[in-house]
């Protein structure tokens, strides 16, 4: 496939030279022309007003690498660390059955190492089956093992869609199943869906910062694989009373070259755990100084969340980078994520613009955490923030 | 010692803005820059080099315009670079790209490969674990700490979303790094000469012995369907009236969700 620009209709307005996030889109001699630099995402077809792009195909599309009715199922990797599950296998567990069902198809889920009464719970959590290897060499995470052992399941099991967490586990090993097998992985998606028409599993994702997000595809080859990013998708129903079939899986013949001597376990990242809070009280660098974030934390002790923060916050040395939400933090999606003096830079607001509410305090009316907040409240934080633990004091009696 | 590393030019996506009314990306101004993450990734290749000796080859799949990122390499210190380029390649997607950096890793022969964590136009952290499988060589990922390296293995830190493991690995060896690892070097004066005056050898997909079938758009499993502005979130809000009326407003809402 190949973009093209009909020079005849091209009016010169450089709409398209602006709209192209790969800059593929340059200027000669009043008309617009492709450089290498196309990726041919089709972002330009749209904004051109007179219509003089268009996609052509020209006999080198994707020839389909393996006979794709073979593959049937969903698949999710259920990852563990230290014998306990990871919550984001439950909440892949919650998409995965709504896409098992519009396939009517099953779901299955995958776990490597950890005990039956883990594989149990993934059941509880809505799979219908569960491939279970026990292995020591499963103790510690190492990439060969695991992706050794997931190509040899996929060859003979042939799911048509797996999916992983975007974690520091799933982002690492997923990569080398997907290279193995040539079949195409979706990093880090936030929305999954199947199209009516094809089956396909349309992947939705920001890129570019969270400046823009994009639908790929996978239609030729199978399985169909994706990332998903924690705390995004929300976990399925748990039912303690449901029954399923777990698959004792055979881990011999696996190599390791790799050697875990320690797994360290740092306690501060351990104890705040943003990414499973409920409520989340952030303080950018509209506190102005440290001890801002006293005020931050007096909010967030008397609604039982803990204490995010901007980049700023975290650059001025005011809290640590462990309380960091955002791009090069945590993602985190709270029942309430309150916003206090952040002015919403898109690299913080793909890290929490999926909290169900969000609430932003900030001086200036045209912030742009005011374009994601549910409620905004334009004021100084050091006159809303006493006021809002008076009133919800006296909510409360 | 044989280093490579893998760094990518993108744009500088803190600079890019998106147009609100026409919800398009605005990309006037924005620099190409060296993906951040690989900038440290060259860094700990000259560290490695320092301790170990060796040499480092800094290599980049591009358009020809990408040479300048071989430029700043070499400039930081880099013995030797590859731009790899060549109109096949063009829109290829991480299968494609890792496959085609293999081929030409394969060329060159390396003990160890860096690559940066992900690269920041499309964050997906993918190239580096494929490549080591189809090297068939171990990779250690999010590399923070580089605590030992011999002729024969290297041990490090890897970050984890709980803590670290401390990772040892025989050579050869692929390892993605997070910026946690250094601080990378500014350019010296003989550097920036260097850079100025090195000719860059450029390998095609000939060159590299690539199969056409797996380069490019045509060795490229996953499409991009479309693109799109994020929507806003439709039930926004925003409170009216002095601070205490709209805390008053925001404290009636948070109670009839039950949230207070
Ligand atoms: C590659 C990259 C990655 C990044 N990753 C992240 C990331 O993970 N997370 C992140 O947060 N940022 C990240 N950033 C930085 C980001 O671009 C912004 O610089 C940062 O989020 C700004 O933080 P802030 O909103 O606290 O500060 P500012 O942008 O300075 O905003 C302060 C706000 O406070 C308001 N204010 C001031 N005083 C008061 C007051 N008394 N009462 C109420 N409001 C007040 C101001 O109106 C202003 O809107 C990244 C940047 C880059 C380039
Ligand atoms: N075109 C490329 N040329 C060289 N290295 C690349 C290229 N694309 C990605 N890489 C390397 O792979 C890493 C991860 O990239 P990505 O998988 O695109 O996030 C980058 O930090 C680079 O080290």
């Known amino acids: 496939m190949r973009i093209v620009i009909d020079a005849e209709l091209c009016t010169g307005c450089e709409a398209c030279v602006n709209a192209c996030p790969f800059g593929a889109m340059e200027m000669k001699d009043g008309k617009a022309v492709i450089n290498d630099f196309c990726n041919v995402c089709k972002g330009c077809i749209d904004v051109c007003p007179v219509g003089a792009i268009s996609e052509v195909a020209d006999g080198d599309e994707f020839k389909p690498g393996n006979d794709l009715a073979d593959y049937k199922g969903v698949w999710i990797f259920a990852e563990q660390r230290h014998g306990k599950v990871a919550g984001v296998a439950y909440e892949l567990l919650g998409i995965g059955r709504k896409l ?16 039956d009464s883990e594989a149990q719970e993934l059941i509880r959590w809505g799979a219908e089956k569960v491939y279970h290897a026990k292995d ?179 650059d001025e040395g005011w809290i640590p980078y462990r309380h960091q939400v955002g791009q090069t933090g945590k993602t985190v999606c709270p029942k309430i994520y309150i916003a206090c003096g952040i002015s919403g830079a898109v690299q913080h607001i793909v890290g929490m613009s999926s909290s169900d509410i969000i609430i932003a305090i900030n001086k200036n009316p045209d912030a742009p955490i005011f374009n994601v907040a549910t409620y905004g409240i334009v004021g100084d934080l050091y006159e809303v923030l006493p006021l809002l633990i008076k009133k919800i004091r006296e909510a409360r009696g | 010692m044989q280093i490579i590393v893998c760094i990518k030019q993108v744009p500088d996506t803190a600079e890019v803005r998106i147009n609100p009314e026409t919800n398009t990306l605005i990309r006037e101004g924005v620099p190409s820059i060296i993906n951040p993450y690989d900038v440290h990734a060259i860094e700990a290749a000259l560290q490695i080099r320092e301790k170990a000796g060796g040499k480092v080859t800094v290599i980049t799949m591009g358009p020809p315009q990408a040479e300048e990122a071989l430029r700043e390499s070499i400039a930081m210190g880099a013995d030797d670079v590859r731009l790899i380029s060549d109109r096949l390649f063009a829109g290829s997607d991480t299968w ?17 490969i860096l690559c940066g964590k992900q690269a920041i136009d499309g964050d997906t952290a993918q190239v580096g674990p494929a490549l080591a499988e189809y090297m068939n060589i171990p990779h250690i990922s999010y590399v923070r700490k580089l605590e030992d390296v011999t002729e024969t293995s290297i041990r490090v830190q890897r970050l984890m979303d709980d803590g670290y493991d401390v990772v040892e690995s025989p050579l050869p060896v692929l390892l993605t790094v997070v910026k946690e690892m250094n601080v990378p070097r500014l350019p010296s004066l003989k550097g920036k000469m260097a850079a100025k005056k090195a000719v860059i050898i450029k390998m095609t997909a000939e060159d590299i012995g690539a199969e056409e079938q797996n380069i490019g758009l045509r060795g490229s499993p996953t499409q991009v369907k479309n693109i799109f502005a994020p929507q806003a979130k439709g039930d926004r809000r925003v409170l009216e009236g002095t601070p205490e009326q709209q805390v008053d407003a925001l404290v009636a809402e948070l109670r009839r969700l039950q949230c207070v």
Do not use: H, W
């Open chain 2, 96 to 112: 494609a790209t890792s496959y085609t950096l293999y081929k030409a890793v394969q060329k060159l022969g390396a003990d160890i």
């Open chain 1, 136 to 314: 020591v060499l499963f103790d510690t995470f190492n990439d060969e093992p695991y992706s050794q052992l997931m190509i040899r399941l996929i060859e003979q099991y042939k799911p048509e869609i797996v999916l992983a967490g975007a974690t520091a586990i799933g982002r690492s090993f997923v990569p080398r199943v997907a290279g193995r097998i040539k079949t195409g992985l979706t990093a880090d998606c936030t929305q999954l869906e199947i199209d009516r028409e094809t089956g396909n599993l349309m992947q939705i994702r920001p890129a570019f910062g969270g400046n823009i997000m994009a639908t790929i595809l996978c239609p030729s080859y199978r399985p169909q694989m994706a990332t998903v990013r924690p705390r995004v998708m929300k976990r399925g129903e748990y039912d303690a009373s449901r029954t399923g079939e777990i698959i004792p899986v055979n881990a011999e013949g696996l190599t390791c070259r790799t050697r875990v001597l320690a797994s360290v376990c740092e306690e501060g990242t351990c104890k705040i755990n943003l990414q499973d809070a409920e409520i989340i009280v952030s303080g950018g660098r509209g506190l102005g100084d440290a001890k801002g974030f006293e005020l931050i934390r007096e909010v967030a002790e008397l609604v039982g969340g803990v204490v995010g923060s901007s980049r700023a916050a975290v």
């Open chain 1, 100 to 115: 098992a069902e519009e396939r009517n198809t099953t779901l299955s889920a995958v776990l490597f190492g950890a005990d």
